[in-house]
């Protein structure tokens, strides 16, 4: 879907909520490498999809003299491939932005939820995968509101496991070429742009779910360094990672507990 579109889709879901609270919007010029929408109120947000990176923002920040005062932290970010996507990428990120707006627990959890990569960009969580997996899964939408309704905390790995990985294998048994392309392109930026936990998911739990066959087109679209990785952990298939086992303590403290319970 065009990038001009899907914006005018996004920015509409977030004016919705924006101007019930009495935001007004302002004219930002794009640039060869951004595209924005600006929003001021109480606070400042602003839309940016950033064309290189494939990258949809939302952001906020302070106002200071009826001005943003520039100092933006992401709130929530997606990917858009406008070769790729469809308008239902864009009304479910309209929608999950419409979402963080509403409410300061949910803005508080999408900032909690999100980990810094060395080089200081923002490093995606399994919220964030679970949400994408939505385009190719609808009705985890509903899954995804259940989890954020009920734990403090998003459990990627588990709803990885109960929640996607069965419509993941699903979908990989039933669809033809072309939209398992479109999943592998996907699971690569999605990887790419992940934290440790989203790569996990997605070679650990996702990719090693499939026969090998399967396995060579879902990593189709990947570059070579990260199908080496995903071929990599092929080799923990079936195989169960046991936790650390605790410590023994050492032999002279057990022998000083012997001797006290000894003299009493």
């Not at 101007?19 to 001021?40: C, I, W």
């Not at 060579?216 to 936790?243: D, H, M, N, Q, W």
């Amino acid at each position: 879907m065009e990038i001009n579109k899907a914006f005018d889709i996004i920015t509409g879901k977030v004016e919705q909520v924006l101007f019930e609270k009495g935001f007004e919007k302002h004219n930002v010029a794009d640039t060869e490498n951004e595209k924005t929408a600006l929003y001021t109120g109480a606070v400042a947000y602003s839309v940016v999809y950033y064309f290189d990176k494939k990258r949809i923002v939302l952001r906020s920040c302070a106002m200071v003299d009826d001005e943003p005062d520039n100092a933006w932290k992401t709130v929530a970010t997606w990917l858009f491939d406008e070769e790729v996507d469809t308008s239902r990428e864009a009304e479910n990120i309209g929608d999950d932005f419409a979402e963080t707006i509403r409410g300061p627990k949910q803005t508080a959890v999408q900032q909690k939820k999100k980990s810094k990569k060395e080089n200081g960009e923002t490093a995606n969580d399994p919220l964030f995968f679970a949400n994408r997996m939505i385009a190719y899964f609808p009705e985890l939408k509903d899954d995804v509101a259940f989890e954020k309704a009920h734990y403090s905390e998003f459990r990627g790995i588990t709803f990885a496991d109960e929640k996607i990985l069965p419509r993941f294998t699903e979908f990989v048994k039933t669809k033809d070429e072309k939209s398992i392309a479109k999943l592998s392109k996907s699971l690569f930026e999605l990887y790419e742009a992940g934290d440790l936990d989203v790569k996990g998911i997605i070679t650990y739990i996702l990719l090693n779910s499939a026969d090998d066959e399967q396995f060579e087109k879902l990593t189709a679209e990947f570059s070579a360094e990260v199908k080496k990785t995903a071929v990599a952990s092929r080799a923990l298939r079936g195989k169960k990672i046991k936790p650390e086992k605790p410590k023994k303590p050492k032999k002279y403290m057990a022998d000083t507990l012997n001797s006290m319970n000894t003299n009493r």
